[in-house]
C-alpha cells in the first residue's frame, strides 16, 4: 500500500499560527459554486421576506484563537510541517446553531465535527476524509453515540464526503444568508 503524502495527527500549541492561517485562507466556495450560492442566498431572502422557515444568524461562539475552551480535540493534517488541513470536535452544541432535531440539545451523548478545513493544495488527496475519520474514531471512543455537523447547501464536495464517508442529510435550515445542510452519523 503507498503511504498517503500526509499525516494525521493531534493538535499541538506550536500549531495555533499555522491554523489561524489556514482559517483566514480557505475560502467555503469554488468559483464554479457561484450559480448555487446565488440560488441559496435568494432562497434565504426569500424565506426571511415571508417569514416562513427563516431564522436570523447567530455569529458562532467557538473562537478559534481559544481551542482549549470550544473543542475537545482538534487534529491536523501535515505534509512535510506544512499545516494543509484541520477539524475539530465539540461535545456540546453551539450556541448559534440551529439544528432540525430539537432533541439534540438536550442529550449529552452527541458530538459535533466543527471547521474541517483543507487547502486548496491538498484536496482530492484523501485529507477531508481521514480528518473525518478522526473525529468519528474520536466521537466512537469517547461514547458518542451521534455525531453531526453542517455545512451549506453549495459545498457539493463537502457534501459528497460526508455522505460517502456514512453520515445523512437530516434536515436543511434557512439561517440568516445560507442555507444549512444537516448531516448526522449514528455511531
Not at 75 to 101: C, N
Not at 158 to 171: P, S
Amino acid at each position: 500500500m503507498t503511504p498517503l503524502p500526509f499525516t494525521i495527527r493531534r493538535c499541538e500549541p506550536a500549531d495555533q499560527s499555522a491554523i489561524e492561517a489556514l482559517e483566514a485562507s480557505v475560502q467555503p466556495y469554488r468559483p464554479e459554486d457561484q450559480p448555487e450560492v446565488d440560488a441559496m442566498h435568494a432562497r434565504a431572502a426569500l424565506a426571511r421576506a415571508s417569514g416562513e422557515g427563516w431564522i436570523p444568524h447567530q455569529p458562532e461562539s467557538d473562537d478559534i484563537r481559544d481551542m482549549a475552551r470550544w473543542y475537545a480535540a482538534f487534529w491536523v493534517a501535515v505534509i512535510d510541517a506544512t499545516v494543509v488541513g484541520m477539524v475539530g470536535v465539540r461535545r456540546e452544541f453551539m450556541l448559534g446553531s440551529t439544528p432540525p432535531r430539537d432533541d439534540w440539545h438536550k442529550r449529552d451523548d452527541i458530538a459535533e465535527l466543527r471547521r474541517l478545513r483543507v487547502a486548496p493544495e491538498a484536496r482530492r488527496m484523501g485529507v477531508g476524509a481521514a480528518l473525518t475519520r478522526a473525529v468519528i474514531d474520536w466521537a466512537r471512543n469517547d461514547g458518542c453515540r451521534v455525531l453531526h455537523l453542517h455545512t451549506t447547501s453549495p459545498q457539493a464536495p463537502a457534501r459528497a464526503l460526508y455522505e460517502r464517508l456514512g453520515f445523512t442529510d437530516v434536515g436543511h435550515t434557512l439561517t440568516g444568508e445560507w442555507e444549512y445542510v444537516w448531516y448526522a452519523m449514528d455511531l
